[in-house]
């Protein structure tokens, strides 16, 4: 049986919270807590510019992949902007196409939602991860003859250690 995605709508939000402590938990952080990412994930799932996918290995299977995705209007390219967040998917599921999945159908949402970018960030130390998303058309430069683009980030709620 073929990967189902497909988007999460408001009555799965306890799904795709669970699915963001397993990505917190997979990353060594043991904060925010389970309730945190509860009610964010209530609050963002009835938002408009804010989609979560879910995925699993097959029609028959419990959800075993997310992806977070945001939308913005954007100056630059004249449309929307889509930013991808938070691609997780299961020990237990990967190498089966769930996130392949996710992707697909995080393309075809952009696109139908009239973006013209799509953009994330990734640890360059994740191989698996730098090799799907290439394999999409994302890539570090701008061009061939440019110097890397890097998605870099601020906290504001951390110490300077954050």
Not at 30 to 48: K, Q, T, Y
Not at 84 to 91: I, L, S
Request: charged share 35%.
């Amino acid at each position: 049986m073929p990967v189902h995605a497909w988007k999460a709508g408001p009555n799965e939000a306890e799904i795709v919270a669970r699915l963001l402590v397993a990505f917190r938990d997979h990353l060594g952080y043991d904060w925010p807590s389970e309730n945190a990412f509860l009610a964010g994930v209530e609050r963002l799932i009835e938002e408009r510019d804010t989609e979560f996918l879910l995925a699993a290995p097959d029609e028959d299977s419990a959800p075993s992949g997310v992806v977070q995705l945001r939308f913005r209007r954007g100056i630059w390219r004249a449309g929307g902007d889509c930013l991808v967040e938070d691609v997780f998917v299961t020990d237990e599921a990967r190498g089966r196409g769930v996130a392949r999945a996710m992707l697909e159908l995080a393309t075809e949402r952009a696109l139908e939602r009239g973006c013209r970018r799509m953009e994330l960030d990734v640890s360059e130390a994740n191989e698996a991860g730098l090799a799907l998303y290439r394999s999409f058309g994302f890539r570090e430069r701008a061009s061939d003859d440019a110097p890397r683009d890097l998605y870099m980030r601020r906290h504001l709620d951390a110490g300077p250690e954050a």
